[in-house]
């Protein structure tokens, strides 16, 4: 299993003698475990998922290469289970994942692990999954194009009267309908003042003429998240409107044709924020141009000024610039996309000009 190749060269170089994931994203690439309660010893003699009895069938059936164990079998302790492997495995050095573990839970396996050293391991899991291989890369197609086809229906359900809230169960509703098993986050729903907020949360407020309508949504697909935005227009968008969506839409198509394997985080934002900038809005583009995307909605590495991650094939990224004026309203425009080494597939085929329904 490659997964599990890489991560044991990881644990070398880390001079590691073994690990324990227990984080719900991590836990599930490395294993395929979709249950909620479950711990991963993973060392270069033995890959045991440690469970309860709820999950045994489960997990037998999701993780081929692991042994499925009952922790807690004959009212024994997770700590008491872990030391059994421990001590036949001869381990010395184990590594936690200081991002997930509670204070608590780690104090638990301090003083109830014998005769080992706990060690951070960071982000070294999620290193790895920054590159996804072709059934991620297939599974985040997917739910991208399920996203799409919900955008179409929804161009047809949007009408003045309509509530924001209405609108984001509506979204809701035709994904899940369509396949997708949940949403990758809380949709967004924005309209007139309201979309001048970048994360507002759908209201009861009625969709009225006149009125941007953001949309940023996305679903779940076999377990990989999709993220797309749209902002559009109810009636006819006034002057100064058109030039803030047209100025949003070019530094995306610009952002995007800058994007390839090669490129710099900081350096592909730059283009983007130099376009919206030069156009007098550059205070009101507050947030990173994008995020990479795969189990969970907001992995590493992203678009953003702070950012010096080097993009190399097959990650996966979104490019959302926007602006946001205050008692005016706000622009985004988001697609999803896979860094290849001459540029991006775009997962994304929704129309990005300006749609004004009257």
Known sequence: ??????????????????????????????????????????????????????????????????EVVDYLKGGVT?????????????????????????????????????????????????????????GELEAIKKAASIGDKAFSHILTYI?????????????????????????????IVASGTHSSLPHARPTDKEIAVGDFVTLDYGCVYQGYCSDMTRTIFVGKA????????????EAQLKSLEALKEGCVGKEVDK?????????????????G????????????????PKDDSVFTENMVVTVEPGIYVPDFGGVRIEDLVCVTKEGIINFNTSSKELIELV
Do not use: W
């Open 1 to 66: 299993m490659k997964r599990l190749e890489k991560l044991l060269d990881k644990l070398s170089t880390m001079g590691l003698d073994a690990v324990i994931i227990h984080g719900e994203y991590n836990r599930r690439y490395l294993s395929g475990f979709t249950g909620s309660n479950a711990y991963l010893y993973i060392s270069k003699k033995h890959t045991k998922l440690l469970t309860d009895f709820r999950y045994i069938e489960q997990a037998t059936g999701q993780c081929p290469d692991f």
């Open 78 to 134: 997770l700590n008491d289970t872990l030391n059994k492997t421990i001590e036949a495995d001869g381990v010395k050095i184990i590594g936690f994942e200081d991002s997930v573990l509670t204070y608590k839970a780690y104090q638990t396996f301090q003083h109830g692990l014998d005769g080992v050293e706990l060690k951070p391991i960071g982000d070294m899991v999620e290193q790895i999954r920054m590159i996804k291989d072709s």
């Open 159 to 187: 009408k003045p009267g309509v509530t924001e809230i209405e609108v984001a169960l509506e979204l809701e509703r035709f994904m899940k309908q369509n396949g997708a098993s949940k949403l990758s986050f809380d949709s």
């Open 238 to 249: 006034s002057d100064q409107q058109k030039e803030i969506y047209n100025t949003v839409l």
């Open 271 to 287: 283009v983007a924020r130099d376009i919206i900038t030069d156009k007098g809005y550059g205070d009101y583009f507050g947030h």
């Open 289 to 304: 141009l994008g995020h990479s995307v795969g189990l969970f909605i907001h992995e590493e590495p992203r678009l953003s």
